[in-house]
């Protein structure tokens, strides 16, 4: 039984580059969530997905901010021309429909230098 | 508007010693879940417990035991007997039913138990 899965773990770059990032739910889930970390907060939600469909944005998500799943399986998070302040752990969750619980990644850290 | 507040930053405690991590939500949603997930220093986010609303029985599973008071909008996490194992940072989450997915996280606990 294989958990929510997050590449890469670790993303070093420099300020005004494009990055992606991958999540790979756990098999049955159709529910996938992407959240942010940062030190010594509490994760904040940034969307979630039903299938492939996206039904919720947090107005957290900027311009620069896009996500998609394509085949209602794993998802992509890409961030355009980065800044220092989306530095951070990105964290991505999966659930079922019931139960509703979200089971987590190990989660993506991000530096913009 | 909704909201999760844990006012307790850091907790130390020694081995064997009971602690209780509290937390308390806002909401104007009468159907709501509470969450609790640890966060090891690994950095995974571990789910704990869901409750419902409706659901006021408190729970004990093991040395964990939860008290959930809709009269005081807390929901309040005890480790009994604790271990070294259980230094963590704990989160305490609100899902209201009524109008998203999302999960709304407090700020979190960092719980160091000292051998």
């Known amino acids: 039984d294989t958990g929510v899965s997050q590449d890469p773990r670790h993303k070093i770059t420099k300020r005004g580059q494009n990055v992606t990032f991958r999540c790979d739910p756990i098999?049955?889930?159709?529910?996938l969530y992407w959240y942010r970390q940062t030190l010594g907060q509490g994760p904040e939600f940034l969307t979630y997905?039903?299938?492939?469909?996206?039904?919720?944005k947090s107005r957290l998500l900027s311009d620069r901010f896009s996500a998609e799943r394509p085949k209602g399986s794993f998802s992509t998070l890409e961030i355009q021309r980065t800044e220092q302040g989306d530095s951070a752990m990105y964290l991505c969750?999966?659930?079922?429909?019931?139960?509703?619980?979200?089971?987590f990644g190990p989660g993506t850290r991000l530096t913009v230098t | 508007a909704q909201k999760v507040t844990q006012a307790q930053t850091e907790i130390s405690v020694v081995e064997k010693e009971d602690v209780t991590l509290d937390c308390v939500y806002e909401?104007?949603?009468?159907?709501?879940?509470l969450f609790w997930y640890k966060q090891p220093p690994s950095g995974e986010l571990v789910f704990l417990i869901r409750?419902?609303?409706?659901?006021?029985q408190n729970e004990i599973s093991g040395r964990y035991s939860w008290n959930f008071q809709k009269s005081t909008s807390s929901f309040n996490f005890t480790i009994t007997a604790s271990q070294v194992v259980d230094s963590a940072v704990y989160f305490c989450?609100?899902?209201?039913?009524?109008?998203?997915?999302?999960?709304?996280f407090g700020s979190g606990t960092r719980l160091l138990v000292r051998p």
């Open positions: 969750a999966s659930s079922s429909r019931h139960p509703d619980e979200q089971y």
């Open positions: 098999s049955e889930h159709n529910r």
């Open positions: 997905f039903q299938n492939e469909a996206q039904l919720e």
């Open positions: 909401t104007r949603d009468t159907t709501y879940y």
């Open positions: 409750r419902n609303s409706f659901d006021e």
């Open positions: 989450a609100l899902r209201e039913m009524d109008s998203s997915y999302k999960l709304i």
